[in-house]
């Protein structure tokens, strides 16, 4: 039937794009000290208004060189130390292992962001904030460097879910609604994006397959589908302790962790791989393996401050056991032994290495 079918294409079409508002440039950086006037040219946000509500704000947004300025003047009844201003970024088409940041203000400056929002402590001290309190008014300057964003897209449009939500304690025992411009965790109704020129600005040239871009204290990653950084700019040319603080701040020690795992491999073209282990050890006591635990072993290709991904492969695992081997020969073959019997065989394919075979015993 003609209904059912123009009702089976309508399930089957993709979901419309969400409509976005451009972030605008600002003449200049503002002073941080309180006073929005430095936000004249700057993109209005406001939450929807509600009856129930004790406090209200008004919000503006704008960027220069590569920082993003958030400028909120908050109008409350009554101005506690209670009552805070939780700022939240997400960019949704970061993939999809990408979360959010999370920072809180009140009207003494930063407060530290929620344990369970995941912002790093590195992120939360790159914020800077100015604060002026007058009577029932709060306002603040919010500056959000580039690497203290959420990880955000490589090439994709750089969308972008700010989230402003204003928490009011009035007295003991009374919280009124909190007031918000999202819902659910995004914007009501258009979100923001940063314009390419603002990604430009860092000057970062991740190779094809790196989706995703991420800020660190010495430098930045680069992500694909998964989990593990891809690729790695660091400020200062990469040794392996350097690559380990980067890709793995909480790496593994091999010796510790009972594997045979060398800290450095040689390519046949004589060029260099940095080993860095990474994940949980299964094998955590005497003749005990835990099945939720995975150790990593991942060999990135070095050149100066840039390291790209080459292989990422299990080290130790209930199944396959404990790696005893890595051995990479002259023309390139690479060969991965375990204690529980399998070896498994790689060919380097110019830029990567490539599985041969499923193993053997």
């Excluded at 100015?130 to 490589?154: K, M, S, W, Y």
Aim: aromatic share 6%.
């Amino acid at each position: 039937m003609p209904g059912a079918a123009f009702a089976q294409e309508q399930e089957q079409a993709p979901p419309k794009p969400r409509p976005v508002k451009s972030v605008p440039s600002l003449s200049r950086a503002p002073k941080l000290d309180g006073k929005l006037k430095d936000f004249s040219s700057s993109l209005t946000l406001k939450p929807p208004a509600s009856v129930d509500a004790s406090a209200s704000f008004t919000a503006r947004a704008g960027w220069r060189k590569d920082t993003l300025y958030v400028g909120v003047e908050a109008t409350d009844d009554q101005l506690q130390a209670g009552d805070l201003l939780t700022l939240s970024l997400f960019f949704p088409d970061a993939g999809a292992t990408a979360t959010g940041h999370v920072f809180r203000f009140a009207f003494d400056g930063k407060r530290a962001s929620p344990p369970e929002s995941g912002t790093s402590r590195f992120a939360q001290q790159l914020v800077e904030v100015g604060v002026q309190r007058q009577d029932n008014t709060l306002a603040l300057e919010v500056a959000i460097p580039a690497r203290a964003l959420p990880r955000f897209p490589a090439e994709d449009p750089l969308v972008l879910d700010l989230c402003l939500t204003y928490e009011d304690v009035d007295a003991a025992g009374s919280k009124p609604p909190a007031v918000s411009n999202c819902k659910d965790g995004g914007m009501v109704g258009e979100a923001l994006r940063l314009p390419d020129d603002f990604r430009k600005g860092l000057k970062l040239k991740p190779p094809k397959g790196v989706i995703a871009l991420e800020g660190q204290p010495d430098g930045w990653l680069g992500y694909g589908v998964l989990h593990y950084p891809d690729w790695v700019e660091a400020d200062e040319p990469l040794t392996p302790d350097l690559l380990e603080v980067l890709v793995a701040p909480s790496t593994v020690n091999a010796a510790s962790a009972g594997v045979n795992v060398p800290e450095t491999l040689m390519l046949p073209n004589g060029k260099t791989l940095l080993v860095v282990l990474s994940g949980d050890n299964p094998y955590t006591s005497a003749g005990t393996c835990d099945s939720d635990k995975e150790l990593r072993l991942g060999l990135y290709l070095v050149k100066g401050k840039t390291a790209q991904r080459v292989l990422e492969w299990p080290a130790a695992t209930c199944a396959l056991g404990r790696a005893t081997s890595v051995v990479l020969d002259e023309e390139g073959a690479l060969s991965i032994g375990y204690s529980n019997g399998p070896t498994i065989n790689f060919a380097w394919s110019g830029d990567h290495f490539e599985r041969t075979e499923l193993g053997k015993r």
